[in-house]
């Protein structure tokens, strides 16, 4: 039970002259929800074929569940494999419960057994109303929702998700996560490909942020956070200047935003002390740095070590 | 071999419900029937004409449109479904790149074996009842069997030119020229080489020749025990030096097998 899901082990994948993804090591245990982050080209769709064993490695090693996933013996594991593909339309003269059947009758199920998964699924994501119509009438966040729906038939063990929320309403998304919670629960292990996208903070383990096929940072985000030393930002109010007075604190101040102080992790709690022995404090806001200025920040430093290369 | 089922069955639906098999079950009932009826009205007669005459007709027409069906059903099987990503998505469940070319071989196949079957069959029926002559349903059992060889031939060339272009619109060019070099540019150069060059092929050699054509073979098989009155041009010369139906019969099947096995190769070479 110790072992990893999925182990890649300085794995890496070039066509002729490009390298889609250099050598990347990481390991993704049972029950944890990865997210995957980087720009459209940085390597996450290389990464997630490699996993699936549709492509396989150029250099080192890739494991699911204990075996290469391009082998042989890897194959009636994945049936316990779900995937959403970043753009797939169905075939859309068919109905909705009809891809979704036929889908389930390949994972493995009998026509029976798999009609009947076909329709729950259908329910889990919302869109029994139609599944009796073709998917050529889908909306885009129906299809969105099909496409989940295939991903999640025979309780994956591991799901891999390129772009899950794209043309989702807040609603559906919110349903979508609230899934990947219970799936998680459930003991799956979970990869989240996506930009980086609000609310996906909470549903995460940990994210790996690729750029340009190169690993650029991994690991939880509170462990993101310090790496990146991205400072906290402080809101106070009712201080009416008082904080342009203070010397402890106006060092903290900057031109561009004067109402709010940036403050190094640190030294959060002895900056909080001294706001609080400020009499009119009224209210204060503080925010850690999000997912999205810690993946600016990645990037931004990588960019930065590309230009100073291509320099020297 | 659940999997192939699968797949197979679920091709098979999509020609019932793209109405493929009835419009080409119809256009061939249609055809047998009108030509065995009116096929002699160029001599001046209408009514039923001889036997070999209607197959003669039969196997000249269906040499054009059955490799062109057989095209049209099948050019986009697989770069449609890589357009719409479909594909990558198959291959990530537990199916093989065989299993899937298999299944839909044996889905689009049935269509064209069906609508062989029905359409065709439908005439060697009413032409049993009129003639009252067994040698009607030996005649169009040879005749249905290798058209039924002759589309499946066809529709493993299309995976060739499905599986190896990335854009369903070249696919469609391709099955196009594809189908103007078998079932016409192949025999004019044929000819051409026949007349225009002296001594330059000898009998044995353009039945060679044509063994290169699955069209041809199909030709061959329908025309050689036919009265070689009712068949002209470079096929009457191919026919006196006449193979015999179990050698045609082998070579249209290799017309099958090969081309199917090449997809299945390139398939599983194929980058996704």
């Known amino acids: 039970m110790n072992t990893p899901l999925v182990s890649l082990i300085d794995a890496g994948k070039s066509y002729q002259d490009l390298d889609a993804l250099k050598s990347v090591t990481m390991h993704l245990n049972q029950g944890e929800v990865m997210g995957l982050f980087g720009h459209n080209g940085a390597g996450k769709t290389t990464m997630m074929k490699l996993i699936l064993g549709v492509i396989s490695p150029s250099r080192g090693k890739v494991e699911v569940m204990g075996m290469a996933p391009d082998s042989k013996e890897a194959w009636h594991s994945r049936s316990k494999i779900g995937y959403l593909p970043e753009n797939v339309s169905f075939y859309e003269q068919l109905t909705g419960l009809e891809v979704l059947s036929y889908f389930a009758k390949l994972k493995g199920f009998t026509n029976g057994r798999a009609k009947k998964q076909a329709i729950d699924l259908l329910e889990q994501v919302g869109i029994t109303h139609a599944m009796k119509r073709p998917v050529k009438t889908y909306s885009k966040g129906m299809r969105q929702r099909l496409g989940l729906a295939q991903a999640f038939i025979g309780e994956p063990k591991l799901l891999l998700l390129d772009e899950p929320t794209v043309g989702l309403d807040p609603m559906a998304t919110r349903d979508f996560y609230q899934t990947v919670d219970q799936l998680k629960s459930n003991g799956s292990s979970v990869i989240l490909c996506s930009h980086v996208l609000p609310g996906v903070e909470q549903h995460i383990d940990r994210a790996m942020i690729l750029s340009t096929g190169q690993l650029l940072a991994m690991g939880t985000l509170a462990e993101l956070r310090q790496q990146a030393a991205l400072p906290v930002a402080i809101k106070p109010s009712g201080l009416n200047g008082s904080v342009a007075n203070d010397n402890r604190l106006n060092g903290f101040l900057t031109s561009n935003c004067p109402e709010t102080l940036l403050v190094p992790e640190q030294e959060k709690l002895s900056v909080l002390r001294q706001l609080l022995s400020h009499e009119g404090l009224d209210d204060l806001q503080v925010e850690a740095a999000n997912l999205e200025q810690v993946y600016q920040h990645f990037l931004s430093l990588h960019e930065k070590k590309n230009e100073k290369g291509a320099q020297g | ?272």
């Open chain 2, 1 to 272: 071999m659940r999997q192939i089922l699968t797949v197979a069955n679920k091709e098979f639906h999509d020609g019932l419900r793209n109405r493929w098999l009835i419009s080409i079950t119809l256009i061939f009932a249609l055809l047998s029937i009108g030509l065995t009826y009116f096929g002699a009205a160029a001599s001046g007669a209408v009514g039923v004409a001889s036997l070999s005459t209607t197959v003669a007709s039969l196997a000249s027409l269906a040499v054009f449109l059955i490799p062109l069906i057989a095209l049209l059903l099948s050019y986009d099987s697989f770069v449609g479904e890589q357009e719409s990503g479909t594909l990558l998505l198959l291959l990530t469940y537990p199916i093989s790149k065989s299993q899937l070319l298999l299944g839909k071989f044996i889905g689009q196949g049935s269509i064209i074996a069906l609508a062989t079957i029905l359409g065709f069959g439908s005439s060697a029926v009413l032409l049993y009842f009129q003639l009252g002559d067994i040698e009607v349903l030996i005649s169009f059992s040879v005749f249905i069997f290798s058209a039924i060889l002759l589309g499946l031939s066809f529709t493993a060339i299309s995976y060739l030119i499905s599986l190896s272009v990335s854009e369903k619109s070249k696919a469609a060019g391709f099955a196009l020229i594809t189908w103007f070099l078998f079932a016409l540019a192949f025999d004019l150069a044929l000819l051409a080489l026949l007349v225009g060059v002296e001594d330059g092929i000898s009998q044995n050699g353009l039945t060679q020749l044509m063994m290169l054509n699955p069209a041809d073979i199909f030709r061959l098989v329908n025309l050689s025990g036919l009265d070689s009155s009712d068949v002209n041009g470079a096929l009457a010369v191919a026919i006196n030096a006449s193979l015999s139906q179990g050698q045609l019969f082998t070579a249209l099947i290799a017309w099958v097998a090969l081309p199917l096995t090449l997809a299945i190769f390139i398939f599983k070479r194929k980058k996704l």
